[in-house]
């Protein structure tokens, strides 16, 4: 079975740099095909994807948050990073890390974490 759990800050101030892990378990991040995301959801709106990490390493966002956005990841403990730089009340939202299998749809999400960002 596989689970994913997110972790970091749930208050961050504007300006500063969010950070979010997403811990896996019963699977490896490394495993080909799979591609880890990052996904949230504003309150009142729908779902936002915001980037992932190939099983390969490779990356890709989301145009609009390109320049803020970053995601790495740590193999020997099976997680995977968000960083969102620069943030605004605007990205205040729930979110979600999700396992994504090749070009379809997720299969495996994690519960889900709230980020406020707020003075």
């Known amino acids: 079975q596989v689970s994913l759990q997110e972790s970091g800050q749930g208050l961050v101030k504007p300006s500063q740099t969010l950070s979010l892990t997403c811990t896996v378990s019963?699977?490896?991040?490394?495993?080909?095909?799979?591609?880890w995301s990052w996904i949230r959801q504003p309150p009142g709106k729908g779902l936002e994807w915001i980037g992932l990490?190939?099983?390969?390493?490779?990356?890709y966002y989301r145009p609009p948050l390109k320049s803020r956005t970053s995601i790495s990841r740590d193999t020997s403990k099976n997680q995977f990073t968000l960083r969102l730089t620069s943030v605004t009340p605007e990205d205040t939202a729930a979110y979600y890390c999700?396992?994504?299998?090749?070009?379809?749809?997720?299969?495996?999400w994690g519960q889900g974490t709230q980020v406020t960002v707020s003075s």
């Open positions: 990490i190939a099983y390969s390493g490779d990356t």
């Open positions: 999700a396992r994504r299998v090749g070009l379809g749809g997720y299969d495996y």
């Open positions: 019963g699977d490896s991040i490394e495993n080909t095909g799979y591609f």
